[in-house]
């Protein structure tokens, strides 16, 4: 009777042949391109559009809170006295635009359908509907 019990391994199969990475390399190349097209075909959103509005309503409130006067009319414009200069932005085409002192001609956003100033009694709701009918809303305070 044998006290060990083991199986016994063929010298051939000690590791990896040139064979095997041969199949290895030819599955691996076989892949790549369809990886490519998997990848291609996924649908990746991009933020740009939320991220530029925040950023508009970011400029927005940096220039009222320089400002010392605020006037806000009901034809989309805002008009704000921030030292001796009178800053007007309205709606000019499809862009968001800004002027000093009624000139210049700095856009701060573009593909924009309608922009709404609503006066409240700490300041003015702002209200953005851009081309594709999304709607973007915004609290500024105003404190003179």
């Known amino acids: ?11 051939k199969e000690k590791g990896f042949t ?7 390399l030819t599955i691996l190349i076989m892949c790549i391109p369809i990886e490519a097209a998997i990848l291609k075909t996924m649908k990746n959103h991009s933020y740009y559009r939320e991220i530029s509005i925040q950023q ?3 400029f927005l409130q940096q220039e009222v809170i320089q400002a ?15 030292k001796e200069d009178l800053i007007t932005i309205e709606l000019y085409g499809d862009n968001i635009r800004r002027q000093v002192n009624g000139q210049g ?7 924009i359908k309608k922009i709404q100033f609503a ?4 300041g003015f709701i702002v209200t953005i509907t ?14 003179p």
């Open 130 to 143: 851009d081309k594709k009918g999304y709607t973007y809303e915004k609290k500024i305070n105003f404190y």
């Open 1 to 11: 009777m044998r006290r060990f019990v083991f199986m016994e391994s063929k010298n």
């Open 68 to 82: 010392s006067e605020l006037f806000v009319h009901r034809d989309g414009r805002i008009t704000l006295r921030a």
């Open 105 to 111: 001609h700095e856009i701060y956003l573009r593909k």
């Open 18 to 24: 040139f064979y095997t990475i041969l199949f290895i």
């Open 119 to 122: 006066e409240e009694a700490s």
């Open 56 to 58: 508009f309503f970011f």
